[in-house]
């Protein structure tokens, strides 16, 4: 420590029915110096005017001047400025961006904060953690923070993409919009083979569903779409969509992407038969889960929608068990596509930098389909989510007591079986990606077998 520090804490001990009442008469702190005890090799934070606001985004600006020891620094804000602490590697409350800073510097970070809701106050701080080691984890001790300022969004109108999907030769494209203004239009913009198709809706006054379409379009190709307001706003909105590639026997299309070398359906199975037309037994008894599990006893396949929901299967596909996703008999659920095994994976993790941070580049962006975390925990930083394109969906799992997890975690069946002579059983495996987690996990279990997992397919 640079500074000396004596700490005098005199206890009185009180009796009263026979219980012992520490209280603490003195505090005396004698320090070399006048600074502050938790100032002594702080970094020095300081926030600057808010840049570049507008009704949904805005930019928070910092100076921060570090001491012998790098820290990460930290944004946060929220509606109402209303933060807890727990331990020292969680940080709840508002959204948090970080930004590593070297020691014994002089740095102004910017970060910008994107989907606030337009005509609203926030407050906002800066903080600072320094990290540190322990059990092969890394953790962030809070040094440092500053006073909470506050900005407010200008009202405008509201622009958002509720859903998109396809089928071979369409897009469709479901929009909420709220106008700020009366007899406002919704313009969207597609570039299809270099010619650029515009589609013009209707002039909206109140708070409604636009629905566009595009017709017309090739077959596994992915198209350029921006979607803007005609208002003095002009919220604009850039993004992309694919058409499918391939279909399974009920006629269900899937859209693909190519990730390395390897061909992977972009959506989770939802097939309720083989390619052969032999149906899968559907399970659905909505009271008891005997049946399913005694699919284990009969080594056969089955499937059922998470809690017997079919408009959940939908977006999120089916939970098959392990003789679903891996027939006995060889049968596909797609023909040219397989359940992948864990070597699978395995390439798919390691082009994707390793283990430790797939699970978060194969999980789809935003929170459209995934529950938002509850921490966001400063460890090895942020990974922004989906940059593989993989777009894993939360579907959850079943198992002998129900169902769980839907919302939190996409787990996968692998193809993997192997025999446990010791326990006269077979292990059988599944991969997970994990709501706020960034690594890819691969787990298993002793006959397993009967446990409802999602299935996502790649190309043989």
């Known amino acids: 420590m640079k500074k000396s520090l004596f700490i005098t804490l005199i206890f009185f001990v009180a009796r009263n029915n026979n219980i012992l009442f520490p209280v603490v008469i003195t505090f005396m702190c004698l320090i070399t110096s006048c600074e502050s005890l938790f100032d002594y090799d702080s970094p020095q934070i300081k926030l600057s005017t808010v840049e570049d606001i507008t009704s949904n985004s805005a930019v928070l600006v910092a100076s921060i001047t570090t001491k012998d020891t790098p820290v990460e620094l930290v944004f ?16 709840y409350g508002g959204f948090v961006t970080a930004d590593s800073c070297p020691a014994n510097q002089t740095n102004v970070i910017k970060k910008k904060v994107v989907n606030l809701k337009p005509g609203t106050t926030y407050k906002y701080r800066a903080s600072a953690f320094e990290k540190y080691s322990d059990d092969d984890k890394t953790y962030a001790m809070h040094v440092a923070s500053t006073k909470v300022k506050e900005f407010t969004t200008p009202v405008s109108s509201v622009l958002t993409i509720r859903e998109m999907k396809s089928d071979f030769s369409n897009i469709s494209v479901i929009l909420d919009f709220i106008p700020h203004d009366e007899n406002t239009k919704v313009q969207l913009e597609c570039n299809i083979d270099g010619n650029i ?103 056969t396949h089955a499937y059922c929608w998470y809690n017997h929901d079919t408009e959940i299967g939908k977006v999120y596909g089916g939970l098959y068990n392990w003789f679903a996703a891996n027939d006995t008999y060889g049968r596909k659920l797609i023909e040219g596509y397989k359940t992948p095994g864990h070597y699978d994976f395995d390439k798919l993790a390691n082009y994707l930098g390793g283990w430790e941070v797939a699970g978060a580049k194969m999980r789809e962006a935003g929170y459209a389909h995934w529950r938002k975390p509850t921490a966001i925990i400063l460890g090895e930083g942020y990974v922004q989510a989906n940059t593989s394109g993989f777009c894993g969906l939360p579907g959850g799992h079943r198992r002998e007591y129900g169902f769980a997890n839907f919302g939190s975690q996409g787990q996968f069946w692998t193809s993997d079986r192997v025999e446990d002579n010791q326990h006269r059983g077979k292990w059988v495996y599944t991969i997970s990606v994990l709501s706020g987690v960034n690594e890819l996990i691969f787990y298993g279990g002793l006959n397993w077998e009967f446990v409802g997992s999602s299935v996502r397919l790649i190309k043989e």
């Open 197 to 299: 198709i515009t589609k013009l809706s209707e002039a909206y006054s109140a708070p409604t569903e636009i629905n566009f379409n595009l017709e017309g379009l090739e077959k596994n190709t992915i198209y350029p779409i921006k979607i803007k307001t005609l208002d003095k706003f002009n919220l604009q909105i850039d993004t992309s969509f694919n058409t499918c590639a391939v279909s399974d026997y009920d006629g269900n299309t899937y859209r693909v992407v190519t990730i390395g070398t390897q061909t992977w359906l972009q959506e989770n199975f939802r097939g309720t038969h083989f390619t052969n037309g032999d149906p899968i037994n559907l399970v659905d008894n909505k009271y008891h889960d005997d049946n399913w599990f005694l699919m284990q006893s009969y080594q």
């Open 76 to 91: 946060q804000y929220n509606e109402n400025g209303e933060w807890k602490w727990f331990e020292y590697n969680e940080l």
